[in-house]
């Protein structure tokens, strides 16, 4: 429920992942239509639920930060008071919240809802589009965003009033101002992409060997995790492992951090459809997108398409500098033109309006509903446990109290055994099913 329409709306963010996190709590301060009052960040409890020290790494802080299950946080949003609420998880994530909400505010005052997607949208479109469907406004990080999420919508004969475009709100940064000495090459990894052992040793590889060919350069690694850390994807083959062993060039690191700060030294940003290539082509440095591995939605280059930024390591070791399209920049919404400044103000300009007539806001509607998906939304709502109608399934906790020290020593080591499982059996289990 709302508190008011005050000139310093408190807000809420619930976040899955360290990267959903960093993408909510930025954009809950861009899209304020004032000098935001308090902050309040909600973790939901799960696999990717973030360390202190990758919340530390995005940058991202509130006024204060708590570990939720789902029914907790649907219960405190029945007892907190808040103007703005931002769902930055997952689909199925958004979903369910948007039906346990429904169900907990009733007919009654609440908060503006918003969602949407932390980066590229290649995969997934219409089932991720769909499962947000429902909040006051569904955030689309660039003008083809925008487009694309009205088709689906339109397409299917819901309302598409709510799909706003922004930008994505941690770009920023000191421009490009030109090479350095010396010179540092920086390749951004990704957790899931490539997949195989085959492809990520290959580019470790290429990485490698342009090292060894230009020993006046810094070559850098960016990682998103250290091992046993989860982000939003699942890494079964992190690089700290596949460098173990193997004797690397003095001008090569591995470094973590902040992506900004990173990008402050890098003359040449290398990935494969990393966001971060955004934030480097916002900055205009340099950014290359391989197509070593083939231009393929697995591995999301082919959102690339167009931008001039595709090219080879083979390319690049004979000293290729990629040149970006400034038309294919602004339809991405990277602003490397200076809008960026503007980007927020109609997403700040509706969440103002809906604030004055925040209490006659209607109650939220999803697009899926017992009736539109019969046999797809009761399972998906099981998972996060409640029932069709949004309530909590019998038995779910819905305490408040914060875990004790030997459950939190349980919940350490249960994460532990789940991530041996992911990074150690399960693809054990793959190759067999492969023989």
């Not at 390591?313 to 500098?321: N, Q, T």
């Not at 997403?347 to 939220?364: E, Q, Y």
Request: aromatic letters at 6%; charged letters at 25%.
């Amino acid at each position: 429920m709302p508190a008011s329409a005050t000139k310093s709306p408190r807000i809420a963010v619930l976040a899955d992942s360290d990267t959903r996190w960093k993408w909510g709590a930025l954009t809950a301060r861009r899209i304020a239509p004032a000098a935001a009052g308090r902050l309040d960040g909600y973790l939901l409890r799960g696999r990717a639920t973030p360390t202190p020290r990758q919340l530390a790494e995005t940058g991202a802080t509130a006024d204060a930060l708590r570990e939720v299950t789902g029914a907790e946080f649907l219960r405190a949003m029945t007892e907190e008071s808040y103007d703005i609420l931002v769902l930055a998880l997952v689909g199925g994530g958004v979903q369910a919240m948007l039906h346990g909400l429904r169900h907990a505010w009733g007919g009654g005052r609440r908060p503006v809802v918003v969602t949407g997607y932390v980066g590229v949208v290649y995969e997934k479109l219409a089932d991720g589009l769909l499962l947000r469907h429902g909040a006051d406004l569904v955030l689309a990080n660039s003008a083809e965003d925008a487009d694309r999420f009205r088709a689906v919508y339109e397409g299917v004969g819901a309302d598409a009033g709510a799909v706003t475009e922004v930008a994505l709100p941690f770009l920023g940064g000191a421009a490009y101002a030109g090479e350095r000495a010396p010179c540092t090459v920086t390749f951004a990894a990704q957790p899931s992409v490539p997949e195989s052992r085959a492809d990520r040793t290959y580019l470790l590889d290429r990485l490698i060997g342009h090292a060894r060919r230009y020993p006046e350069r810094e070559v850098l690694l960016k990682l998103r995790s250290k091992p046993g850390e989860h982000t939003t994807h699942i890494e079964e083959l992190p690089y700290q492992k596949l460098v173990r062993g193997r004797e690397l060039p003095a001008n090569l690191r591995l470094v973590y951090g902040h992506m900004g700060e990173v990008l402050d030294r890098t003359d040449l940003l290398v990935t494969i459809s990393s966001t971060a290539a955004l934030e480097s082509l916002h900055r205009r440095v340099p950014t290359a997108v391989l197509t070593d591995l083939g231009v393929r939605e697995a591995l999301g280059n082919h959102h690339f398409l167009g931008s001039g930024c595709l090219t080879s390591w083979d390319r690049l070791d004979a000293g290729h500098r990629p040149e970006p399209d400034p038309g294919w920049l602004a339809r991405q919404g990277v602003a490397a033109d200076g809008s960026y400044a503007t980007a927020f103000d109609a997403a700040r300009a509706r969440i103002a309006a809906l604030l004055d007539r925040s209490g006659v806001l209607l109650p939220l509607n999803p697009y899926y509903t017992s009736e539109t998906a019969p046999g797809y939304l009761p399972g998906l709502l099981a998972r996060h446990h409640l029932g069709p109608d949004g309530a909590p399934l019998p038995g779910t906790p819905a305490t408040r109290a914060e875990p004790g020290p030997v459950r939190q020593i349980v919940r350490r080591a249960a994460r532990g055994a789940y991530r041996h499982g992911v990074q150690r059996v399960a693809p054990v289990i793959r190759r067999m099913g492969e023989l």
